[in-house]
């Protein structure tokens, strides 16, 4: 048996989202979130799921820090509710949601857990939603002003910083294909909220320099990797437009202070114009210290002039899906983490979500996700053949700790490696739990 030794810094983590697993909606001083309002609004989401209680771990997050303890994990990612937070959005500041999340903070530094936050993991406060959401300005510098609160806060508590979560789905996904909260479908108002996004983490990084807070600061893209279906030139633009979309599109900004041209030209030729105001480049492009990058599928692409707004199909090789439909394929991984860094250089990288979905329930006291962990058995054999490639990975982080509430999907959809049943709220872990601990304690993988 052969193994891969990891470097003796490599951080290896968990990860979650306050929508996602808090529930307490409305306890706590919380006001309510765009996702509370999709939520309940009926034929959004799965079965009328929603996070009204979720996992509670605004109450349970002692045994969730007490299951990251025994996993032996070193960062855990979690974001920060906003409208916990400022339940309007602006003005005035909660106390009980600060003092939750010192609580929960102070109980992973007692267990030697360094803390990520995610200042913005999707959940909006509804208020600012009224006022045109991140298509309105002022949710730019209302979102500074929220940041500049938490890095006060928690400086020198918390020395990991993500600002934007997946700014390509609080864009696309939720504003042009609408899937998610709010819920639009206008490509055009979904190219000035990635702008928006963008301008928000720049002035956000901007900011946590200004105030000079200890610690390093990033953003989390969410990345796929489309392989050409062939050599014909079609079939490769196509697959570029893809990748353009989801990857492109919001690293070049903040790495080289523009848009890819070539997207710029599509989305106008689909009456979606990007709009730039004087001066945004200049707060886009704040360095930042590292990217986390969130990988789950990748696909094989081809053009198909039927194929949706980018004109590319995904075609079907055969590959095995997950639970919820998507391929599996560490490959892909390796191509766009090495794509990455041929692209971006020696930007640090965190891997800030990788995980399948696996929807496995409990048997006789477990749960035997054995698709689960051949899953990140090959994709952290990924990481490792990154690494070895020179990429400059500096932890992998796997979604989730827990099955949790899985957006538009609801609950059926499940991530953890620890299963949550949903009446009992009793937390049971699964046997990628058991092997993820083995690789953490090692920090080596058995290839
Ligand atoms: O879908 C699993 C996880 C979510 O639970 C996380 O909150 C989110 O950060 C996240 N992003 C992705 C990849 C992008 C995506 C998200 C949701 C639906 C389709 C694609 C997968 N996931």
């Given at each position: ?16 989202a ?109 208020v ?22 938490i ?6 508590k ?20 609408g899937?998610?909260a ?45 392989e ?40 106008a030729?689909?009456?979606?114009p ?62 766009v ?92 872990k ?18």
């Amino acid at each position: 048996m052969a193994y891969i030794q990891f470097p003796e810094d490599f951080k290896w983590g968990v990860a979650t989202a306050a929508y996602q697993i808090e529930g307490a909606v409305r306890q706590g001083g919380r006001g309510p979130s765009i996702w509370d309002t999709f939520s309940h609004t009926p034929g959004k989401v799965l079965n009328g799921d929603n996070g009204d209680v979720a996992c509670d771990s605004y109450h349970r997050y002692e045994e969730d820090i007490a299951l990251m303890k025994e996993l032996g994990v070193n960062v855990y990612r979690f974001s920060v509710s906003w409208p916990r937070i400022f339940p309007e959005g602006t003005g005035k500041v909660n106390k009980e949601g600060l003092a939750f999340y010192h609580r929960m903070v102070d109980k992973l530094l007692e267990n030697g857990i360094e803390p990520m936050c995610t200042l913005y993991h999707w959940d909006l406060p509804q208020v600012l939603q009224d006022k045109g959401g991140w298509d309105n300005r002022e949710t730019v510098e209302a979102f500074v002003a929220y940041s500049e609160l938490i890095f006060k806060e928690f400086s020198g508590k918390i020395k990991s910083w993500l600002t934007i979560n997946e700014p390509w789905c609080v864009s696309f996904l939720s504003n042009f294909i609408g899937a998610h909260a709010p819920g639009n479908q206008d490509l055009a108002l979904a190219v000035n909220i990635s702008h928006h996004l963008l301008l928000a983490h720049g002035k956000a990084v901007a900011r946590f320099r200004d105030l000079d807070i200890p610690g390093k600061i990033g953003f989390a893209p969410n990345v796929t990797w489309l392989e050409p279906y062939s050599r014909d030139q079609e079939d490769v633009e196509a697959c570029r437009r893809g990748m353009g979309w989801m990857v492109d599109w919001f690293l070049d900004p903040i790495f080289t202070g523009t848009y890819p041209a070539f997207m710029v030209d599509w989305f106008a030729a689909n009456q979606a114009p990007l709009q730039i105001k004087d001066g945004d480049m200049e707060w886009i492009k704040q360095p930042v210290d590292f990217i986390g990058i969130n990988y789950y599928e990748s696909n094989v692409g081809r053009h198909n002039p039927q194929g949706g707004m980018l004109e590319v199909e995904s075609v079907d090789m055969g590959y095995k899906k997950t639970d919820i439909g998507w391929f599996i394929n560490a490959e892909g991984f390796y191509n766009v983490l090495t794509f990455i860094a041929d692209k971006y250089g020696e930007i640090p990288i965190y891997i800030t979500e990788n995980g399948i979905c696996i929807n496995d329930g409990v048997e006789d006291g477990t749960v035997n996700d054995q698709r689960r962990i051949d899953y990140l058995k090959g994709h952290i054999a990924a990481v490792a053949r990154s690494l070895k490639s020179g990429v400059n990975i500096k932890g992998y982080i796997t979604w989730s700790l827990l099955d949790n509430f899985e957006w538009a999907e609801g609950y059926s959809k499940r991530f953890g490696i620890v299963h949550v049943n949903y009446r009992t709220l009793e937390r049971t872990k699964k046997e990628s739990f058991f092997w993820y601990q083995k690789v953490i304690g090692n920090s080596w993988l058995e290839v």
